[in-house]
């Protein structure tokens, strides 16, 4: 697909991982940014970082587990935007322990239990 000043891209997962670089690319290609990750992580740096290239990004932070904050989200975004074109869904939770060691609780939570350092 091709991008330009025209595209709306939201990414979850934006604060680490392979969040960072995507975005990074993205707005290198123009695209504006909807940058959302969870609840404790500092986004502002990134957020002004890419808005150096030339594009529009803003950042929400929100826990997307849980049902009110997607739908938090989606409401914030289509008053920013509009339309979002591209969902780059990167949004994940990380045990600190090997799966074999984990309790059945915090598998079937889908990392619920987890919390960021």
Known sequence: ??????????VTGASGGLGVPIARELAKRGAHLALVAFPG????PLKEELEKSGIRAFY???D???????????ETIGKEFGEIDV??????VEF???YHRLAEEE???????????
């Open 1 to 10: 697909m091709k991008l330009n000043n025209d595209t709306h891209v939201l």
């Open 41 to 44: 992580v500092e986004l502002p």
């Open 60 to 62: 929400l932070v929100a």
């Open 64 to 74: 997307l587990r849980l049902p009110e904050e997607r739908k938090r989200v989606v």
């Open 87 to 92: 969902l780059i869904n990167n949004a994940g």
């Open 96 to 98: 600190t322990r090997p």
């Open 107 to 117: 598998i079937a939570s889908g990392g619920s239990t987890w919390r960021r350092p």
